[in-house]
C-alpha cells in the first residue's frame, strides 16, 4: 500500500494516520483490554451478497492515481479523479494517493465518461473545463440525477478550510462542458455547511439532503458524516449536523441510498476498507442506520479499498484501490452483483 510517497517524515497534521498499520497491535489491545463495545461498530459480518468485481482497464486506469469515483443512478456515467498527465495541474507519478512527495495534498482533476448501457465498454475519458478544474486538488464529483448539479470537493484558494465542497450548475445536461462557475457552498461561519477543516465526498440522496464527511482540523483521522439539506432551486445548503452513526475512527464516505461506507476501523482487512450498515436496507433513513459490517473480498482487500459508488438498484458498485493487478496507484474497479440461483426444496 503507498499512502504516500517515500519520505523520512512529514507534518504531523498532514500524516495519514487514520490508517493506523503501525498502530493496528494497539488498537486492538485497547479493544481486548478495555472491553470496547460500540453500536456503531461490528467485527463479525452476516451472509454478503456475491460479487464479480474486475479493474476498469486502460480506458479509465491509468499509471497515475485514479479514484474518488461516482457512478450515476443508471450506471451509464462515471466521474473519476485523476493526477495523470494533460490536467489543470502537474502530474507527478510518484505522489500518493492522498499526500504527494513533497507532502502536501496530491492534486487532482475531474474526468468523466459515459457508456451506452452497463454491458458496454466506457468511453474515453473526458476532463471537465476550467472552472470545475483548477491547478488545485478537486475529486469526489457527484452529479444529481437530473444531470442539472454537480458537488465535488476542493481545496482551492478562497475556501473555509483545508478542503471544501462546491457545487456546479448546468443547464443542458447532455453537454459535459456546459458546467457553470462552481460555487463553494458556504461558510459554517455564515451557516453553510463548510468548516475549518477537512469537507469531502458529497452525496446527494435526490430528496433534498445532502451528506458528506468533516473534520474540525487537517486530519482525516477525525472525519465524520455530516447531513444537511440542499436547495435545488436556490443551489443552497445550511450548516450540518454530525449523523449519530459516526464512529471514533475515521468515517471517510457515506452513501444514503444503499447505506455503504468507505471507513479505516479496528476490523479492516488492511488500511481502510468499505463496509455496509447492517439495517440499511430495512431501515431508509440515513441517520438511524447502524452496524457497519465489514465486506468481503473481493470487494475488500489487504489493500487500500475506498469510495463505493452504486447505482439506484444496487447492482453495481463502483469503488478504487490500490490492490496488486492495476495500472498504477489507486485504479477504479467496477463490482456486478452475483444474482441468487434459486434453490430446490426437497420433499
Known amino acids: 500500500m503507498r499512502l504516500i510517497a517515500d519520505r523520512p517524515s512529514l507534518p504531523p497534521l498532514l500524516q495519514m494516520s487514520f490508517v493506523r498499520i503501525a498502530h493496528r497491535c494497539m488498537t486492538w489491545a485497547f479493544v481486548l483490554c478495555a472491553g470496547f ?78 457508456r451506452a448501457k452497463r454491458s458496454s465498454p466506457w468511453g474515453k475519458p473526458k476532463l471537465l473545463s476550467k472552472g470545475v478544474n483548477s491547478t488545485s486538488s478537486e475529486h469526489s464529483a457527484l452529479q444529481s440525477d437530473d444531470g442539472h448539479w454537480l458537488f465535488f470537493a476542493s481545496d482551492r484558494p478562497g475556501g473555509c478550510g483545508g478542503l471544501d465542497i462546491y457545487v456546479s450548475h448546468r443547464a443542458n445536461t447532455k453537454d459535459d462542458m456546459a458546467w457553470g462557475e462552481p460555487r463553494n457552498l458556504g461558510c459554517e461561519k455564515d451557516g453553510g455547511p463548510n468548516g475549518p477543516g477537512i469537507d469531502s465526498c458529497p452525496n446527494f440522496d435526490n430528496k433534498g439532503n445532502l451528506y458528506w464527511t468533516s473534520a474540525k482540523d487537517d486530519d482525516p483521522a477525525n472525519i465524520d458524516f455530516k447531513g444537511t439539506t440542499f436547495d435545488v432551486k436556490t443551489g443552497r445548503a445550511s450548516m450540518g449536523k454530525t449523523l449519530p452513526n459516526s464512529t471514533a475512527f475515521m468515517d471517510a464516505h457515506i452513501d444514503p441510498v444503499h447505506g455503504y461506507v468507505w471507513g479505516a476501523y479496528p476490523n479492516s482487512m488492511g488500511g481502510s476498507d468499505i463496509y455496509k450498515f447492517e439495517n ?59 444474482p441468487k440461483r434459486p434453490t430446490r426444496s426437497t420433499p
Not at 61 to 79: F, M, R, V
Open 37 to 114: 463495545a460500540t453500536s456503531n461498530l461490528v467485527f463479525a459480518a452476516d451472509a454478503q451478497p456475491e460479487w464479480k468485481v474486475k479493474n476498469m482497464g486502460a480506458t479509465i486506469n491509468s499509471a497515475y492515481q485514479d479514484g474518488w469515483a461516482t457512478i450515476t443512478g443508471d450506471g451509464l456515467t462515471l466521474y473519476f479523479s485523476s493526477n495523470r498527465p494533460g490536467g489543470f495541474s502537474e502530474a507527478k507519478l510518484e505522489d500518493g494517493w492522498y499526500l504527494g512527495k513533497d507532502g502536501t495534498p496530491t492534486r487532482y482533476d475531474i474526468y468523466v465518461s459515459h
Open 280 to 338: 440499511s436496507e430495512r431501515q431508509r433513513d440515513p441517520t438511524k442506520w447502524t452496524n457497519p459490517v465489514l465486506l468481503p473480498a473481493p470487494i475488500n482487500s489487504a489493500f487500500e479499498d475506498q469510495v463505493p459508488a452504486p447505482t439506484h438498484d444496487g447492482k453495481v458498485v463502483t469503488f478504487a484501490s490500490d490492490r496488486p493487478g492495476g495500472k498504477g496507484g489507486l485504479d477504479i474497479y467496477e463490482a456486478v452483483r452475483i
